[in-house]
Each structure stands twice: as structure tokens, then as C-alpha cells.
């Protein structure tokens, strides 16, 4: 699996449109000799800096420790979409959780959003920010009747989603490939690396200690304290968060707990305006609801940007990209031969019931997992709960349900269980449209 390191050396960010048209600003440090801080990260993702923002913020002395550049996995990778929710529905939550606890981690999802706008608000993070909403379309019939009750239940949540009206599906899509869909009010879209590189920005004015091409070597435990230990330094620290999710291969503690999911994104040239000017013109952003799901959004120098439509256990993208080509084909007919600039992929993280955790794997060491595909929205929530737990707050308190650590069953064969899910999974998307 492609980890930070997984050749040998320091990887570079994948030839994304988002590495190529986002500035990068000036390299913080590697980690040199030896720092004691209230608490240590590993990793330099959306969830990492925003845990490190929330607890510098409150005066803790906070070290970031990244193995390659901000922003390098699913943070600077991912397609930009700001979606509320979870991967899972909410009487499915509370069937897998109970009704307490699902229904604080069903508020902390539903509102997780508003997070993310009011952090580039409030630092001035410049990352394209869109808050015109996220539009989730139904692929089948089925799926349809799946998404109206979906919508019932999030308004009894308070959640500012809606049905679009049956005639005016395709004019807001523009494509007639799906059979309805909803539209949730606080959702919308961002430059991804963009965003990260602000949120880091800010935990390093807020005081954070920052340390690119920094990996975290070994962790062991001594005393009162973890050592995290890189090539040239070492972190002293009584609290660990282990934010590196998908990542995480190379660390002990936490190799196995999610599945990694290897999805792409493709990027096309700037097209013209009188071509995409019937796309999206009701949202920012908009996903399926296929078990492979598609997504698609235009960026504000007018690309189309489609990601998922299929997915890897495996480092490989070739094949993901055609399913990837041909699914804007068959959604969006009229643009014709797409031009396409960019391809990329990098992993999410999945746990087993598709549900976010914080696991807390020994004294002072802690790991949230599982976003699930919502990563943005989450990562960026899921911060401020890190730092209350770090503060004192009591596990059963915490608004994302704080488990022990366990391994993914299957492990060790994820490459052909995840190839044959795929398989199945686009059979299953394929009978549903057919008998619609």
C-alpha cells in the first residue's frame, strides 16, 4: 500500500489539478532534536491541523509531525465536496449505536459543515469557497424512495435539506440520468489543498510547532510519556493523536482498524462557459447514490471535476479513470469529448460500520478513524472534539463515539475482498438503474 514512504524516499504530491493550480507556501521545518509539548500529531491533514488549531487556540503547546508535505493524503487529494451526514442513514445509526448516541453523533454530522465555512470565514482561508449546497440525486427508483425518507428524518434533525421538485431534477443537474434528488442547504465545495494549507496557517499563528518531511519513525512509550521519533529529532509528549487514517500502514498502533479505499478524481481543461452554463445550477457540488457513487462540480475557472465511480485496495489508477471518463459521458452527453487535464486517486478510510470513531488505543494515545468519503466536513469537525477529549472530557461525553481499537476483519485480504465488492457493488448499481 502506498504509504508517505512506501519507496524508499519522500513522496511528492500527486500530479493533481489541485497541487498545480494551489501556491505552496513556504516549507515549515523538519523536526531537529528534542521538544516536550502538551501533545503531539501525527499527521498533517484536515483533521490533524484542525485539532492542532483548536488546542493552540486554547493555549496548549501543540507539535504537527508530517511525514512528507500539508496536505500530501486524502486531504489535498480529495474532490472538495463539503457534504453533512454519514456514509450511513440515520435509522441505521441508531440501530448500530442507540438512540443517545446516535443522535450526538447525528447532530455533530448534520451541522459538521458549518464548521468548515465558518473556519475560512474566520481565518480568511482562500480555497474557492462555494456554500451553494450539495445536491444528492437518486439513480434509481429505489434509491429515490430511499432518499425521500433520508430527507424526512434529517429534518427532524433540524437539517436544512430538501427535495428538489420532480420537473426541476435535470435543470438543476443538468443531465437527465437521474430519477430525482435532494438538496442540503449547507453543503458546497472548496479547493481542498487549499483549505488545508489555510487551516495550517492558522494552528502555526495560534502557536502550533509545524514539521514537514518528518515522519513518525517509532512511538514507543517511556515512562509518562510517548516519544514520537523522526529522523533527526524526537516529540515528548504525554497525549498522542494519531490523525494519519487511511495512512497509517507503517504505525503499529493502528495499522488495520480502516479499510483503505483507493478512489479517483479527473479534472478537464477550462471549458466554455455557454457549454457548462446548464450544469449544477442549483448547488456547488453534487454526488449519487450508487454504491460506487459518481460526484461532480465545476471549479470557478469552469473545469468539470468527476471523482469515485469506482474504486482499489491497490496504488494503481489507470482503470479508475476510465470509469471515471465514461461516467461524464453518460451524465453529460451534450459537452461531447471532454478534455481531460487531470487524473488522480489517493485512499479513504473506511471502518466497518461505516461509522467515524475516536479510538483510543492506550493511555494518551488517541486515533480518529472513518470518515467514511466525508472527509472534509468531518476531519474538520472532529477537531474541536479531539481537543475536549484531550482537555478532560469525559469518553461518553464525546459527540463521535469513542471505542477501543480492533482490526478490520479481513485485513490481510483486503486487495481481492475489495476487487470483488467492486465487481458486485457495479453489478448491483447496474440491475437498479435497469429496473427503474
Not at 442549483?282 to 475557472?301: E, H, K, V, Y
Request: proline share 5%; hydrophobic share 40%; glycine share 12%.
Amino acid at each position: 500500500m502506498e504509504t508517505p514512504f512506501s519507496d524508499g524516499a519522500s513522496s511528492r504530491m500527486p500530479r493533481s489539478l489541485w497541487a498545480a493550480t494551489t501556491a505552496r507556501p513556504e516549507p515549515y521545518p523538519i523536526l531537529q532534536g528534542i521538544k516536550r509539548v502538551d501533545v503531539c500529531i501525527i499527521g498533517g491533514g484536515i483533521m490533524g491541523l484542525s485539532t492542532a488549531l483548536a488546542l493552540a487556540s486554547e493555549g496548549k503547546s501543540v507539535a504537527v509531525v508530517e511525514a512528507t508535505e500539508i496536505g500530501w493524503g486524502a486531504s489535498g487529494r480529495n474532490n472538495g465536496l463539503v457534504a453533512p451526514g454519514l456514509k450511513r442513514d440515520p435509522w441505521e445509526v441508531r440501530k448500530v449505536l442507540g438512540a443517545d448516541k446516535a443522535g450526538k453523533l447525528l447532530a455533530f454530522a448534520g451541522a459538521a459543515p458549518d464548521r468548515v465555512f465558518g473556519l475560512i470565514k474566520e481565518h480568511g482561508i482562500d480555497c474557492d469557497a462555494n456554500a451553494g449546497g450539495w445536491i444528492q440525486a437518486a439513480h434509481s427508483r429505489r434509491a429515490l424512495s430511499v432518499v425521500e425518507r433520508r430527507v424526512r428524518e434529517w429534518h427532524r434533525l433540524g437539517i436544512d435539506v430538501d427535495m428538489l421538485p420532480a420537473g426541476n431534477v435535470s435543470e438543476q443537474l443538468g443531465t437527465d440520468f437521474y430519477r430525482g434528488a435532494c438538496r442540503y442547504a449547507n453543503g458546497g465545495s472548496i479547493n481542498p489543498l487549499a483549505y488545508t494549507h489555510g487551516i495550517a496557517q492558522a494552528a502555526a499563528e495560534a502557536g502550533a510547532l509545524l514539521h514537514e518531511q518528518s515522519p513518525a519513525l517509532q512511538i514507543p512509550r517511556i515512562g509518562d510519556e510517548w516519544h514520537v521519533v523522526s529522523m533527526y529529532g524526537r516529540i515528548l509528549s504525554p497525549q498522542v493523536i494519531c490523525c494519519t487514517n487511511a495512512y497509517n500502514d507503517n504505525i503499529d498502533l493502528v495499522r488495520g482498524s480502516v479499510m483503505p479505499l483507493r478512489t479517483a478524481q479527473v479534472a478537464s481543461h477550462p471549458l466554455p462557459r455557454k457549454v457548462t452554463s446548464a450544469l449544477l445550477t442549483g448547488a456547488a457540488a453534487a454526488s449519487d447514490t450508487q454504491r460506487l457513487l459518481t460526484s461532480f462540480r465545476l471549479t470557478p475557472d469552469n473545469r468539470l471535476i468527476m471523482g469515485g465511480a469506482s474504486a482499489t485496495a491497490g496504488d494503481e489508477h489507470v482503470g479508475l479513470m476510465k470509469h471515471l471518463h465514461r461516467a461524464a459521458r453518460e451524465r453529460f452527453p451534450e459537452l461531447g469529448e471532454i478534455p481531460w487535464e487531470y487524473g488522480w486517486s489517493g485512499y479513504l478510510a473506511l471502518t466497518p460500520d461505516h461509522l467515524p470513531r475516536i479510538v483510543r488505543h492506550a493511555d494518551g494515545f488517541l486515533a480518529p478513524i472513518g470518515c467514511n468519503g466525508r472527509g472534509i466536513a468531518m476531519s474538520t469537525a472532529m477537531g474541536a472534539t479531539l481537543a475536549k477529549l484531550v482537555e478532560g472530557m469525559d469518553d461518553e461525553e464525546s459527540l463521535v463515539p469513542v471505542t477501543q481499537s480492533r482490526q478490520f476483519t479481513g485485513y490481510g485480504m483486503r486487495h481481492l475482498g475489495v476487487a470483488l465488492g467492486v465487481r458486485f457493488n457495479r453489478l448491483l448499481d447496474k440491475i437498479g438503474r435497469m429496473m427503474s
